[in-house]
């Protein structure tokens, strides 16, 4: 099958990306060799809006179509030097492959004092990836993904309370601050209070 790549264009190219991430989830037994919805979400409104100061994802993502029109594959980055490729599997060669890394080589590796570096996710089952990135001189790094996965029939497990805890719904806008608070403290545990920039970037999220 031929496929066209060409960069990411407008807010409907978003929507189309929701909707192929969505079939691809479903044809892939919901393993996750792909992105959830969700992630693409708190990625585009959370890590590019507010992690890498992105004001838009023009620049960052990478379609491949189809004769139709139809999506084959999307590449992105989550943070700065490393890409993601979201195939469908119906479509999915080595070709494909080799020619989405070389892209991503080329458009989101970044520039260190020891030459340019990208880091590429991978599932360790995912023969055919790790072949070819092998093959290309990528070694493998430190940092691990994990997958959890339950059975959405069994009982849910009990999840003990510590004392002097409830637990809620999340309330409106109004609690914005004081979860943006806890958030930027739970991941800056070490920084003094005076570095704390605010809470508008919770609006995002």
Request: hydrophobic letters at 40%; one cysteine or more; glycine letters at 4%.
């Given at each position: 099958m031929k496929l066209t790549m060409r960069p990411y264009r407008n807010e409907d190219d978003y929507w189309?990306?929701?909707?192929?991430?969505?079939?691809v989830m479903l044809l892939n037994g919901l393993r996750e060799n792909s992105w959830h919805v969700?992630?693409?979400?708190?990625?585009?409104?959370?890590?590019?809006?507010?992690?890498?100061d992105q004001d838009s994802i023009d620049d960052l993502v990478f379609l491949w179509e189809a004769a139709d029109g139809q999506i084959a594959a999307v590449l992105n980055p989550e943070g700065t030097s490393d890409a993601?490729?979201?195939?469908?599997?119906?479509?999915?060669?080595?070709?494909?492959?080799?020619?989405?890394?070389?892209?991503?080589?080329?458009?989101?590796?970044?520039?260190?004092?020891?030459?340019?570096?990208?880091?590429?996710?991978?599932?360790?089952?995912?023969?055919?990836?790790?072949?070819?990135?092998?093959?290309?001189?990528y070694s493998k790094g430190k940092w691990v993904g994990r997958q959890w996965r339950g059975d959405l029939d069994a009982p849910i497990p009990d999840a003990p309370i510590p004392p002097g805890y409830t637990v809620r719904a999340l309330g409106d806008v109004d609690e914005l601050p004081a979860r943006s608070w806890a958030s930027w403290r739970g991941?800056?545990?070490?920084?003094?209070?005076?570095?704390?920039?605010?809470?508008e970037w919770y609006l995002n999220i």
């Open positions: 189309r990306i929701r909707a192929f991430l969505r079939q969700a992630r693409l979400d708190y990625w585009r409104w959370h890590v590019a809006a507010n992690c890498l993601y490729l979201q195939v469908h599997p119906e479509v999915r060669t080595p070709e494909l492959e080799e020619e989405m890394l070389g892209f991503a080589e080329e458009h989101l590796a970044a520039d260190r004092d020891d030459g340019r570096k990208l880091v590429v996710w991978a599932n360790p089952q995912d023969a055919l990836r790790l072949a070819i990135l092998k093959r290309r001189g991941f800056h545990a070490d920084e003094p209070d005076e570095d704390y920039q605010g809470w």
